[in-house]
């Protein structure tokens, strides 16, 4: 069942404020979100500010800060309608989000009372649509391999026989999907500590951006859980980007897998799949949680 804000909701979040910021509060499987519209009125938030907005004692509390501005030339030209900007809690600006993607597309096809949008990323523009049981389905673009595009401090095969070992974890799948992931393939999910060893592969010298390191075991052919330890050092319940990686590393690895298959994640189960030329489908909830103002400090 598609659920619908009040109306004032969106006419607040997406009106010109003075006295501060009207926000919405979203979670795609417990990963959440904070949106801002700045189309109206710039936001340039600092690191400060994204850190006390993110927090979850001083602040709204989230994993990821929205701000949706205005599509570029080229997203106008695609036929986006916004641009969204993703920050880390730490201020580092990522390229793409599979949980983020599917909240802000829900919220804007809610307001907009349409079944699909075009969402304008750092990753490129990403087609959405709103399924008839109430989940969005996201295009996510092209997963990419290659260094350079990861980006890796050297050139190594990133598909086979990587030299990254970590405690259990070796011997990964390195690609990038707006964020660049390392996919590890374990036996058994529960019995490796994440929280423990994925730092080590994060702050590898390998990767100059750092990476999210995810861990996944192939249940059965359209089957795979999946954790995923997050930059800048978060374990989350749900990671989109993440879910489309493992698909992906688990197909060039050629493994008895099929080319779309569920992901059962810590909060809950995503649909990936992996189409010609690279380019990946993502479906999935995505859920409002509260709305509220954000006020001036200064």
Known sequence: MKRKLNRNIYNNLFSKQADGRYFIKMHGLENHFVIFDGRKSPYLPDEDEIKRVCDNNLGV??????????????GLTSGAT????LLNIDGLEVGACGNATRCVAKLLMDYLNTTVIKIETLAGVLNCD???????QCNMGAIKHEAEHI???????????VNLTAGPL??????NIGNPHATFFVNEIESVNIEKWAPLIQKNALFPEQVNVGIAEIIDQHTLKLEVFERPGILTKACGSGACAAVYAANKRQYKVA??????LPAGPLTIELMSDNLISMIGPAEYIFSGLLLDTA
């Open 170 to 175: 070796s011997n990964p799948v390195l690609s």
């Open 130 to 136: 709103y399924l008839d049981d109430g989940r969005i």
């Open 151 to 161: 980006p890796l401090s050297k050139n190594i095969d990133t598909l086979n026989n």
């Open 82 to 85: 916004i641009f969204m900007r």
């Open 259 to 264: 080319s779309k298959m569920k992901v059962i």
């Open 61 to 74: 509390g989230a994993d990821q800060f929205i701000i949706l501005n205005q599509p570029t030339d080229l």
